[in-house]
């Protein structure tokens, strides 16, 4: 080798030429393993070979290039840098890692100092907010910032993501916005939506920026595409802003804004409005309006520990807003919608509670309402002792100035009409309002049903009570009270009436009790409580007033209720076989079993005195099942008046079932009304007037979820008519949930019954809706999904 070269034939020439040869070695070893010139990176160079280029000031490496600086690593066949400027350059199969994540490309210039790099043809796949970003060219311009021309960006795979949102050029801003120029959403490869200007949200805390959309197919609204806007207006305050395409129905705007101004005021607003074009297409709902819309408002307000109140406002345009515009089967069934503001004040002997409630009737294209209790007032004394003697006593007051649109409940009352079947007018209130809806050109059925109720109530019932200890396992309870009603009607001409009675009421309690062995170290208690109890109020002439609720039926009782109430009880101490356990863990204690058997025996009747027999059993041996049954035996009638069954059935996020039983012989009128949150409920005189030809209930419901992956999840809910043997309402639900998109499928077959306030009557129809929806998601978009929840919920 040495020979091809005459100047180095001399010994003492390549002696000299070698050492010097090592020297550069050594130099350019040192200068790549110590800090640079300017205050920087360290930076380390590996490879099968490399020299430095003398022109250039450059030290190139070549083959198997390992090139490390702080935390970036990068790995290349060939690379150049330069130690004055910290300026490099990587090409082919380059890949390059920091703590922002991992890029392949097949060039790369960058700075070492400045930490700012270009990469040419690159995938980067970003492992702190968890996406993968594509383009032509990349540029690193800042911590977590980029600029990327023709490229896109997904939330969704690192292979081959199902959705992308691509453009022409594309800004990263420290990992929280992606700004788009020219935006192309596809999906599956296919380019299914477009936009000029795009920007898309990407850190995991509260940011604005668009949600993925929504889109959907059903029977009821035909397709639907929803798309949202989140805007985050501070830390304690966001807003949704939400547009819905229906094909079948237009377009459906909505706002959502929620807010926590500090730990005790919190809540949330919301609005939906929609042009509906296709509001009469059921015949039952002809001249509803087409503008329709929903608003509600939930909010919470604690002053302290005892003062609070809150607003809780839900209204709808019309009365099958809901039924129109929601796929829950609760909407569906939902009678009523129900506002109320609400103001508590506790003490500690005492509470006060001012609630105005505002009800609407749903299911009819009526804008009137037909109950209102404007406001409800009421100051409770819970049983407390009178100074230092064995006396109690305890008061009940409230005030309540109330309106009822329809009047059905009062005139059908056994108390006050005296012809239930033609609806005849008996009240001096309904007699009034009935005189005045015939002067205005109502006919006489008409203004009969549209008839109501209005006035003031005010409610006393003060008590005083008495136990006394007959024996050691025997308490005798005594206590006598007044219940008075004062009434103040306006259409009346006697505008107050009063009806008031003394009530008493004598308890006989007993409680026993004995410990079985269970297990090893459990224990079984059954306990046995046996109770006695008469009451007493007697009969008063009736009076011409109002049935508005249950404190306006003072009835006459003469009755004896004997109970029997069996509790099982098991506790299990921990195994101490090997000594005492540390921490002393407390008793692992369950109430397997109950039994409470009630029987009444009424006084006021002369035959049959013996009247009802009671039950309730529940069982829960497990976490695994609950069941739980109660009925009611008719002794006159010699036949179950009532028997409900529910069982539960839950094992752990796999499987569960629900299993139901409602049998009811015949509802009674003043029962058959909507559900309503307190004590006040409304009830349309449609209502009622089904009632009188209904034979009760009798119905099977179950629902049955099993969740085989944690992708795949199903649903099946159904309610089965046992008298009629139809399945009067099935849903089916079916989902598959992956990390960034989802699919599922709702299957709807339920009987949407109205009534057609043109011929008077009820009309059923069946429907059947089914609903598709995908939904494109990504790792944050659970985070905005909680985010609604919360608004929801305060």
């Known amino acids: 080798m040495w020979r091809s070269f005459r100047p180095f034939q001399d010994g003492l020439v390549r002696r000299i030429f070698l050492l010097w040869i090592a020297c550069v070695v050594c130099l350019v070893s040192t200068d790549l393993r110590a800090e640079s010139r300017k205050e920087g990176e360290r ?26 600086s702080g935390s970036m690593n990068m790995t290349c066949d060939y690379a150049e840098y330069s130690d004055e400027t910290g300026e490099y350059t990587a090409v082919g199969n380059v890949v390059f890692k920091d703590d922002e994540g991992t890029v392949l490309c097949e060039r790369v210039e ?8 270009k990469f040419y043809r690159a995938v980067l796949d970003n492992v ?51 700004r788009v120029k020219h935006m192309t959403l596809r999906i599956g490869g296919v380019p299914l939506f477009y936009s000029p200007y795009f920007l898309y949200p990407l850190k995991t805390t509260r940011q604005s920026g668009f949600l993925p959309p929504l889109i959907g197919e059903g029977g009821r609204n035909g397709s639907s595409v929803k798309l949202d806007y989140f805007q985050a207006i501070d830390t304690n305050r966001d807003a949704t802003l939400t547009y819905e395409y229906l094909a079948d129905n237009g377009n459906r705007f909505g706002l959502e804004y929620r807010y926590a101004l500090s730990q005790k005021i919190r809540g949330a607003f919301f609005g939906r409005y929609i042009h509906d074009r296709n509001a009469d297409r059921e015949g039952s709902r002809i001249g509803m309006n087409e503008d329709r819309w929903e608003t509600g408002w939930t909010h919470y307000h604690n002053l302290d520990d005892r003062l609070y109140g809150g607003i809780f ?54 804008k009137t309402t037909s109950l209102q209790s404007l406001p409800e007032l009421r100051y409770d004394i819970p049983a407390r002792r009178a100074g230092r003697s064995n006396w109690f006593y305890s008061l009940d007051t409230s005030f309540i100035n ?28 309904q007699k009034a309002n009935l005189k005045i809806l015939k002067s205005s050109g109502f006919e006489d059925a008409t203004a009969l049903r549209y008839q109501g109720l209005k ?24 206590s006598v009270g007044y219940q008075e009603n004062l009434y103040n009607r306006g259409v009346a001409k006697d505008h107050a009436v009063d009806e008031g009675v003394l009530h008493a009421r004598f308890d006989l309690d007993s409680r026993f009790y004995h410990d079985f062995s269970w297990g090893r170290t459990g224990t079984l208690r059954h306990i046995v ?25 003072i009835d006459p009782v003469n009755e004896i209720h004997f109970s029997l109430f069996n509790r099982l009880l098991t506790s299990r101490e921990p195994d101490r076989k090997n000594g005492k356990v540390e921490g002393d863990p407390p008793a692992d204690r369950r109430e397997i079993a109950t039994l409470k058997l009630d029987a009444l025996y009424n006084r006021r009747r002369r035959a049959d005195r013996l009247q009802t027999l009671t039950g309730e059993f529940n069982l829960n041996l497990s976490d695994l099942y609950y069941l739980e049954i109660n009925s009611i ?53 449609n209502d009622v007037l089904s009632g009188l030809k209904n034979d009760g209930i009798s119905f099977w419901t179950a629902h049955m979820n099993w969740t085989p992956t944690k992708a795949v999840s199903m649903g099946l809910s159904g309610y089965f008519n046992a008298r009629e043997k139809t399945g009067d309402d099935t849903s089916f639900h079916l989902s598959y949930e992956k990390k960034c998109w989802g699919l599922s499928l709702s299957v709807d077959r339920f009987d949407d019954t109205i009534f057609n306030d043109h011929t008077g009557k009820y009309e059923i129809n069946r429907v059947n809706e089914v609903y598709l929806y995908f939904t494109i998601k990504s790792v944050r978009l659970k985070f905005y999904e909680n985010i609604a929840g919360i608004g929801k919920v305060l």
């Not at 380390?44 to 490390?68: C, M, T, Y």
């Not at 960058?110 to 790099?117: K, Y």
């Open 455 to 478: 006035g003031g109530r005010l409610h006393l019932d003060p008590t005083l009570s008495l136990p006394l200890d007959l024996a050691s396992f025997a308490v005798l309870t005594s």
């Open 402 to 429: 109330f309106y009822r649109k329809d009047g059905y409940h009062t005139v059908l009352s056994d108390r006050i009409s005296s012809d239930t079947e033609t609806l005849q007018p008996v009240t001096s209130d």
């Open 110 to 117: 960058g700075n070492v100092l400045t930490h700012q790099a």
């Open 128 to 178: 702190v907010k968890e996406y993968l970003l594509k383009g032509d060219r990349i540029d690193k311009v800042g911590e977590e910032t980029y600029r990327v021309t023709k490229g896109s960006i997904s939330e969704c795979g690192k292979t081959h993501p199902l959705w992308e949102i691509g453009g022409r050029h594309m800004l990263i801003e420290k990992g929280e916005y992606v």
């Open 43 to 68: 930076v380390a160079i590996d490879a099968d070979s490399f020299h430095f280029d003398q022109e250039r000031k450059l030290f190139v490496a070549l083959g198997n290039v390992h090139f490390q």
């Open 633 to 685: 035996y008719d002794f006159p009638e010699h036949e179950f008046a009532s028997l409900n069954l529910d069982f539960k059935f839950h094992l752990r996020d796999l499987f569960s079932l629900q299993v139901g039983r409602r049998f009811t012989r015949r509802i009674p009128i003043d029962t058959n009304r909507p559900t309503g949150g307190g004590r006040l409920r409304t009830v349309g005189g």
């Open 313 to 366: 406002m839900d209204v709808f345009s019309d009365g099958f807003y809901p039924s129109d515009f929601s796929p829950s089967s609760e909407a569906r069934v939902r009678n009523n919608g129900q506002s109320d503001l609400t103001v508590v004040r506790r003490w500690d002997g005492a509470n006060a509670t001012a609630d105005f409630r505002y009800y609407q009737e749903l299911g009819t294209r009526h």
């Open 529 to 553: 409580e046996p109770k006695i109890s008469y009451l007493y109020r007697p009969e008063k002439g009736a009076a011409d007033i109002p049935v508005y609720d249950e404190l306006d039926r």
